[in-house]
């Protein structure tokens, strides 16, 4: 069974702004996907839409075969939720609000103590859970969150914007615990963002979305096949330009011993250098340059953008 | 009830309770109705000359009512027929502080949302914050209640050497209809909150729609008290019914999408 099914889901708000328009996607169980887009893309209203807080317009979906729309309170039963908006007490203590938590997901307190203290160690809390949330910064607020998401076991997680701001080391920390987690945990893990970097750091598939459409989906090389025909190899070298097998090589110089080819495949790297050190140069690194999730989401946009400006064209 | 919704109520009241500040200015009125007016009462009857006006007024009164002296005859109609009215009162406007912030206190902290993501029902939730207020005046009544009577028996023993004995209609507004109209009031402002966009504006439609409107009704208690204690009975069934009613219905209409507006 797929973790998380969206089957051609669209959301209209009474105020007449279209947010979601006609998303299909599935997820299946364990994996980290990223949910991509600049603000306003649809992302919150998709995470809304899937923990049953919104209903939507047309189309469905559901979560471990739970559908939010209508069983909400079975859906969060199985979800594990953290949004900017949903906050917890401020008068209460790391570990009081965590205790209430547990609680309200139906767990004996005993269990829900166990449970929290261990992910309060294991999100680098202990030493200030007796502290109340009043004093905390937005760092350990953001981990504590996590942990009340966590409290009791579910199957899959929404973060929405979990490190949005957070200071780089600590939005750095709060990714890899969740990394962590979800690798030792086996959680599907449903993370909307617009930092792509931290994003390729932890996503093993991903979904592009803007204007509440769904650009792309699929997992990094996918996505890299389906966009870019070529990489780029980059190769610090001597003595290659008498070589008389350059032209062969489609070897562009970049710089004094700077060079670049552009290859199709992996495997071509091997014969590439081959020739090179046949022909007497002398290699000093060699590094390939795949395009990062940020050139493929920029790839998307602009070939979006060329579009509708095409449409517009032939319309005139 | 389940145990996510004894942990709202638990936290809830918590929140009241343990700030001290906030729980001890809300017996100060409570006080005031109970223990000040009822000792005020008291005092004048004990003071007031004999009164042939007033003799003329007690003996109109229910021969139920009257007892051996007009001191102890007007003291046992402030105690029946005065005070529950006045104890009415209390967990009316205790409720109107705590159950105004019921929804709209965690919309403003942030913490409205985190609280939907909770394996519960919209109903479950709204009876768990009724429950929280409702619980939060019985407590403060109870508290006033015990007061009451320890402070009004004392003067009586000391003033005209006897007790004043409560009549059975006490025991039907404590265990009924006190609780029913609280209900009724605390499920009416627990709705509001959920409508209201801030705790202001929760307050204001409580302290200005909802409270008074109720205390109109337990204005009308304190006439039926002189009646007959099964119509008392019976009004009281009757709120209790519009109690449940209300408790089972007030959220029908609403959504996560319209709380969350």
């Known amino acids: 069974m797929e973790a998380v099914m969206i089957h051609s889901l669209s959301k209209t708000y009474p105020s007449g702004k279209q947010a ?41 979906c559901s979560v471990m075969g739970i559908d939010p729309a209508r069983q909400p309170e079975k ?72 942990a009340r998401a966590l409290i009791h076991r579910p199957d899959v997680l929404f973060l929405d914007e979990p490190t949005s701001g957070l200071d780089p080391e600590s939005a750095q920390n709060v990714n890899q615990m969740i990394h962590g987690l979800a690798r030792r945990e086996g959680i599907t893990v449903f993370l909307c963002t617009h930092q792509l970097r931290y994003a390729q750091e932890i996503c093993t598939r991903y979904g592009l ?3 509440g459409s769904l650009l792309a989906a699929g997992t990094l090389e996918e996505l890299r096949g389906r966009l870019f025909a070529a990489k780029t190899l980059r190769i610090r070298a001597a003595n290659v330009l008498g070589n008389p097998n350059l032209t062969e090589c489609k070897l562009k110089r970049r710089r004094d011993d700077e060079f670049e080819a552009e290859i199709r495949e992996n495997e071509e790297i091997p014969a590439l250098i081959r ?8 290699i000093y690194s060699v590094s390939l340059e795949e395009p990062s999730l940020e050139d493929i989401y920029f790839a998307l946009t602009d070939k979006r953008n060329d579009s509708r400006d095409n449409r517009k064209g032939e319309a005139r | 009830m389940n145990t996510a919704m004894s942990a709202i109520i638990r936290k809830d009241f918590r929140g009241v309770s343990a700030n001290r500040r906030l729980f001890s200015s809300l017996l100060i009125l409570p006080l005031l109705l109970v223990v000040v007016m009822p000792s005020i009462f008291i005092v004048m009857i004990h003071l007031m000359p004999d009164d042939p006006d007033t003799a003329k007024l007690l003996a109109i009164m229910p021969a139920s009512a009257r007892l051996s002296s007009m001191e102890l005859t007007l ?43 909770c394996p519960l029902t919209l109903a479950q939730i709204f009876r768990a914050k009724v ?66 966009q801030s705790v202001e504006e929760s307050q204001q439609s409580a302290v200005f729609l909802i409270v008074p409107l109720i205390l109109l009704i337990v204005g009308q208690f304190s006439g039926i008290l002189l009646l007959n204690v099964w119509l008392l009975l019976g009004l009281g069934l009757a709120c209790a019914a519009v109690a449940a009613l209300l408790l089972k219905t007030a959220m029908g209409k609403f959504s996560y999408e319209r709380l969350l507006q």
Do not use: C
């Open chain 2, 131 to 196: 429950m929280a207020s409702f619980l939060l005046s019985m407590l403060v009544s109870l508290i006033s209640l015990a007061a009451m009577f320890a402070v009004v028996e004392t003067e009586a023993v000391f003033l005209m050497g006897t007790l004043l004995v409560p009549s059975i209609s006490w025991a039907v507004v404590i265990l009924l209809v006190s609780p029913a109209i609280s209900l009724i009031a605390i499920t009416l402002i627990v709705r509001g909150s959920a409508k209201a």
């Open chain 1, 75 to 146: 859906a969060h039963l199985v979800s594990g939720i953290v949004t900017e908006h949903a906050q917890m007490y401020d008068n209460l203590t790391g570990m009081e609000n965590l205790l209430f938590y547990a609680a309200a997901f139906g767990l004996p307190r005993q269990e829900g103590k166990a449970r929290a203290e261990s992910l309060l160690r294991e999100l680098d809390l202990t030493d200030a859970k007796d502290r109340r949330l009043a004093s905390y910064s937005t760092g350990m607020r953001q981990r504590l969150s996590l």
């Open chain 1, 20 to 60: 979601l328009k006609d998303l299909s996607l599935s997820i299946g169980g364990g994996e980290v996907f990223g949910f991509l887009g600049p603000n306003g893309a649809g992302k919150t209203t998709t995470v809304k839409l899937l923990t049953g807080v919104l209903t939507p317009t047309a189309g469905s």
């Open chain 1, 275 to 282: 020739t090179l050190v046949e022909g007497g140069g002398d």
């Open chain 2, 75 to 117: 003291s046992g109609m402030v105690v029946n027929y005065v005070l529950p009215a006045f104890f009415l009162m209390i967990p009316i406007s205790t409720a109107s502080i705590m159950a105004a912030s019921a929804f709209v206190g965690e919309k403003e902290r942030h913490t409205l949302e985190t609280l939907l993501y």
């Open chain 1, 209 to 211: 979305i803007e204007q």
